[in-house]
Each structure stands twice: as C-alpha cells, then as structure tokens.
C-alpha cells in the first residue's frame, strides 16, 4: 500500500519470506500489558507472550543479531522489558546473548525513539506487535529506520476484546495524527 510507503507485513509463519528480505539489523518488540501471575512474580500478557514467542523464533531462525524489548514500568508493575526478559530466559535461553532491554519507554513513540538510541546503526528492522497496532506501529517506527517490517503476532481471541483493542488502537492513531507523530 502507499500509505505504507517502505513498510511490508508478513505473518510470523513467513521465517524463510523474511530470512530471503534480510539481513536485517535488530527484531524489536514494543511493550505491551503485563500482570501479576499465580506465583507472585510479574509475567506478559497473553498479546505480549504471543509477540516475545514470534520475535524469539524470528531471531531463532537467523534474522538478525539482536532481539530489542521496550516497555517501562507503570502502576506499580515491573518494567515490561524486564517481564520480557524473565519470559525470554525461561523460554528462549538461545536468544539472551543478542538480547537488549529498555525499561524506559511508556508507549509506542518512546519505543521507537529508544531503539533508535539503543540500535544507532541499524537501517533495517523487523518489529513484531500485535495486528491491530499495525499501522501505528508502521508508521512511527519508519520515521526512524530506513525500513520497517511488521510481523503481526496475532489478535485477542474474542470478539468483545477485538472490538476494545480496535477501539483503543483507533482513539491513539487519532491521538498520535492530531499531534503530528505518525
């Protein structure tokens, strides 16, 4: 599409599309919601999860050298990004050597302002978020990389929860225009 100018969107299942696009400098995976689990400790969402498991496969199968998880802390939670480490080390020992955390965003322009700090010479990149952030995602990453590719991770599994997420997505890109960031 044109609105996307550089930007393309492949499904998490397309390893080999991507691996043929690349190389690519880093995986990023924005910050998303994150709860108090059954024992105590913090742990990501089930958006968050399903997003760490795809950038891990992605960086698994050779995509890029680093795996870049943004997300600070609010309401008295843990940071995001350290919620996604904890996740990663349990689940995917194999990607903390290329890992990089930063605890210090609270939305998505502060994701990407971040990764541009934190990866100053990456050009090309691949950011896994949930489907519905698409476009928000695209849009404010791409005014600070050369290249954005988007993997979405998939959606909420009901109806009711798709609607909410469209709705709030909605309102933010709105936000996000009227306030010249995308």
Request: glycine share 8%; proline share 6%.
């Amino acid at each position: 599409l044109e609105l996307f100018g550089r930007q393309r969107r492949f499904r998490p299942g397309d390893a080999a599309t991507l691996r043929d696009a690349g190389p690519f400098d880093a995986v990023i995976v924005p910050g998303a919601a994150v709860r108090r689990g059954a024992a105590g400790p913090f742990e990501p969402s089930r958006a968050f999860a399903r997003r760490l498991d795809v950038a891990a496969q992605l960086l698994a199968a050779g995509l890029a050298p680093a795996l870049l998880v943004s997300g600070g802390a609010s309401r008295g939670e843990d940071a995001e990004a350290d919620v996604a480490r904890a996740y990663l080390a349990a689940r995917w020992p194999d990607v903390l050597p290329g890992l990089i955390t930063d605890t210090d965003a609270q939305s998505t322009d502060e994701n990407a302002a971040r990764a541009r700090t934190l990866l100053p010479t990456a050009h090309r990149v691949v950011v896994v978020s949930s489907d519905n952030h698409r476009l928000r995602t695209t849009r404010v990453f791409g005014r600070r990389f050369a290249e954005v590719v988007f993997v979405g991770a998939g959606g909420a599994p009901s109806p009711f929860a798709r609607l909410s997420q469209a709705t709030y997505e909605l309102a933010a890109v709105l936000a996000y225009a009227a306030e010249g960031r995308l």
